[in-house]
T-cell receptor, first 117, second 113 residues
Framework: GAVVSQHPSWVICKSGTSVKIECRSLDFQATTMFWYRQFPKQSLMLMATSNEGSKATYEQGVEKDKFLINHASLTLSTLTVTSAHPEDSSFYIC?????????????FGPGTRLTVL | AQTVTQSQPEMSVQEAETVTLSCTYDTSESNYYLFWYKQPPSRQMILVIRQEAYKQQNATENRFSVNFQKAAKSFSLKISDSQLGDTAMYFCAFMVNTDKLIFGTGTRLQVFP
């Protein structure tokens, strides 16, 4: 199946700094990418949907100025957590969807654990 | 609003036995897709099985099968011959018209030897 990578897998940063997380589709062109947040022992919460070359669509309650999403190419989307605070500590997961027969399927990255001190 | 409900926070089963995880959903749409995802301790989301709402036949993938009851808006997952590697969180998910996935709260499955 299609492979999605995320980098880094784990990041620790100081409060007030910004952190960038990359999501790449390795063997297919991702027309749409999704960013999720998952707290311990909870479900995935969709943060935003991004289409290549256009602005991301954020879910209600997600601060677009805090969580900057850029989908600059068909294989790369980035999530930047600006001025991170301890409450931003979480597990962030991206998924990607391409064209073709499996358009309805999302392929998930392995996730990034963010710890803000 | 479209919602997905998983009423079993935790389940356990003995190795080689069969277990069924429940999922119900609410929508007014007629064309949609249902999924079961597995999230093992590594936290990598893995697609287990998928069902298109317009298909009456229940989907099957090896030891995994679903019981899709469209009128009742129910989509349960049956795992046969449970294996230790099946231990994971299982999420039921729903998607309308290739839009976003809506996840349930998950069921933690523990397989005992």
């Amino acid at each position: 199946g299609a492979v999605v990578s995320q980098h880094p897998s784990w990041v620790i940063c100081k409060s007030g700094t910004s952190v960038k997380i990359e999501c790449r589709s390795l063997d297919f062109q991702a027309t749409t990418m999704f960013w999720y947040r998952q707290f311990p022992k909870q479900s995935l919460m969709l943060m935003a949907t991004s289409n290549e070359g256009s602005k991301a669509t954020y879910e209600q309650g997600v601060e677009k100025d805090k969580f900057l999403i850029n989908h600059a190419s068909l294989t790369l989307s980035t999530l930047t957590v600006t001025s991170a605070h301890p409450e931003d500590s979480s597990f962030y997961i991206c998924s990607a969807r391409g064209g073709g027969v499996d358009y309805n399927e999302q392929f998930f990255g392995p996730g990034t654990r963010l710890t803000v001190l | 609003a479209q919602t997905v409900t998983q009423s079993q926070p935790e389940m356990s089963v003995q190795e080689a036995e069969t277990v069924t995880l429940s999922c119900t959903y609410d929508t007014s749409e007629s064309n949609y897709y249902l999924f079961w995802y597995k999230q093992p301790p590594s936290r990598q989301m893995i697609l287990v099985i998928r069902q298109e709402a317009y298909k009456q036949q229940n989907a099957t993938e090896n030891r995994f099968s679903v019981n899709f009851q469209k009128a009742a808006k129910s989509f349960s997952l049956k795992i046969s011959d449970s294996q230790l590697g099946d231990t994971a969180m299982y999420f039921c998910a729903f998607m309308v018209n290739t839009d976003k996935l809506i996840f349930g709260t998950g069921t933690r499955l523990q397989v005992f030897p």
